[in-house]
């Protein structure tokens, strides 16, 4: 008798051995040595040709088991970033969803991510949607997901997260709390028993304030239920007994009016619902009428490139709205050190990834890297943080 997990890998090594030749698959997911050329012309199409969730569970996987190059040499001086008394060897980070269980975090570390957001993690283990959930729109360079929350639960994902704590050389790492789906809406425990059981081992914790899907949410996002939802979830953080309170994250939807923007921005302005940081933003539920894939109507939350630009715009309006006083993570289509670029410009203190990674492989990452230090310098800027807000008036 196998486990459900043990299945899987076994299926996933079978599937490696057969499509890399049947040397020694291990051997052969070893040589994935982070050679852009490599994953280009091998890897990726081989994965595409696998459904995207399997091809996901096979990126997990090696990362799981480190079957990737360390990245040997260090991040550029100009990338280094220190925020919330934490210090990013660089800014370019995992966005939640890709690693929901906190199972590829040393992986993940070595890809050379500055830091991992792992999650969304709900309290009580819970399935998701139905599959297919996951799909590509590769003429779009885009993902349309409804996953719908997968999640192990708490426990599984803190005793991953907690033994990770103790490594010398480890992820930054961010927790993305959930609710669970039979939770009564507009209800703050989930996130408050989230923090609770996360606050002593994550770098930052982040709740969503976005689920544009859900029915109800509209409700949620207006400025009482806001408040309350924050200031208690703030409450309970601040209450914690640790050596280090850990920043306090909101992450939003993209798909806001201007009012919603606005109520938002003032709500977290407020002291007691003063949040350390937000990140912007989550997937949208809009379709750019120029998607040309025939997967577009799909329904669930579309990222990548055709989010880019919106979300750029989106992190430009909360700068504004917040006058810079909190940091904000930028993410959504994120494919290059110039998408970095003008994140930071338009007020981004960190940027994060997820489509252009799991559609490209690893080496973007170091691609990305080296392409931002390559512009900040070009451009005179000693660091990031130098950089950041500049395309927004006033700065
Ligand atoms: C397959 C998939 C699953 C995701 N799951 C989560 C999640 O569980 N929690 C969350 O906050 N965001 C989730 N996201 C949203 C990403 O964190 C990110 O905000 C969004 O994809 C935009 O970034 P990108 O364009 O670089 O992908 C998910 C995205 C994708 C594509
Ligand atoms: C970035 O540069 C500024 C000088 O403009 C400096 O004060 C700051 O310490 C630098 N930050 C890091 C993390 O190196
Ligand atoms: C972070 O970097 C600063 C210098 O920018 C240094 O003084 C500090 O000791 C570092 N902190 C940690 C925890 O490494
Ligand atoms: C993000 O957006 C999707 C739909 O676009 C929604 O289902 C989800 O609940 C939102 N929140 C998080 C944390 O992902
Ligand atoms: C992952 C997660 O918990 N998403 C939630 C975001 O917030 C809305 C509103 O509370 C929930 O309905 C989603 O389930």
Avoid at 48 to 53: A, V
Wanted: hydrophobic letters at 35%.
């Amino acid at each position: 008798m196998y486990t459900r997990k043990e299945k899987l890998i076994k299926q996933l090594t079978a599937l490696v051995t057969i499509t890399l030749g049947g040397t020694s698959s291990f051997a052969g997911l070893c040589i994935w040595n982070g050679n852009e050329k490599f994953y280009r012309d091998y890897v990726m199409p081989f994965t595409r040709r696998l459904d995207p969730e399997t091809s996901h569970r096979l990126a997990v996987f090696a990362m799981k088991h480190c079957l990737i190059r360390k990245q040997r040499e260090p991040d550029a001086k100009s990338l280094s970033t220190r925020l919330w008394d934490i210090n990013f060897s660089n800014p370019v980070g995992l966005a939640a969803g890709f690693d929901k269980q906190a199972e590829g975090m040393q992986g993940l570390h070595k890809t050379g991510f500055g830091f991992v957001e792992i999650g969304s993690v709900t309290p009580q283990p819970q399935e998701g949607n139905k599959k297919p959930r996951v799909f590509r729109l590769e003429e779009d360079n885009a993902i349309i997901n409804r996953y719908g929350f997968n999640s192990e639960g708490h426990e599984a994902v803190y005793n991953r997260v907690r033994l990770e704590g103790g490594k010398q050389d480890r992820a930054i790492i961010g927790v993305n709390l959930g609710k669970n789906k039979l939770s009564a809406m507009g209800d703050v425990k989930d996130y408050v028993i989230g923090v609770e059981k996360f606050g002593a081992i994550a770098d930052y914790l982040v709740i969503n304030i976005s689920s544009p899907n859900t029915p109800g949410l509209r409700g949620l996002q207006q400025k009482a239920e806001l408040e309350n939802l924050i200031s208690l979830v703030l409450e309970a953080r601040n209450k914690l007994r640790v050596e280090k309170l850990p920043p306090l994250l909101v992450k939003i939807a993209p798909d806001l009016s201007e009012e919603e923007k606005k109520d938002i921005a003032s709500v977290i302005l407020k002291e007691k619902c003063r949040v350390d940081g937000i990140i912007v933003c989550n997937t949208t539920t809009s379709r750019p009428s120029d998607l040309k894939s025939p997967n577009k109507n799909e329904i669930g939350g579309l990222s990548g490139q055709p989010l880019r630009d919106i979300s750029t715009r989106c992190i430009g309006d909360f700068y504004r709205l917040t006058g810079g006083q909190i940091p904000i993570i930028g993410v959504g289509g994120v494919a290059s050190g110039q998408d970095a670029y003008e994140k930071i410009l338009a007020g981004a203190s960190l940027v994060q990834l997820y489509s252009s990674f799991a559609l490209e492989g690893p080496p973007i990452v170091r691609r990305i890297k080296r392409e931002l230090d390559e512009i900040l310098r070009s451009k005179g800027y000693l660091n990031v943080t130098e950089a950041i807000g500049k395309s927004i008036e006033g700065n």
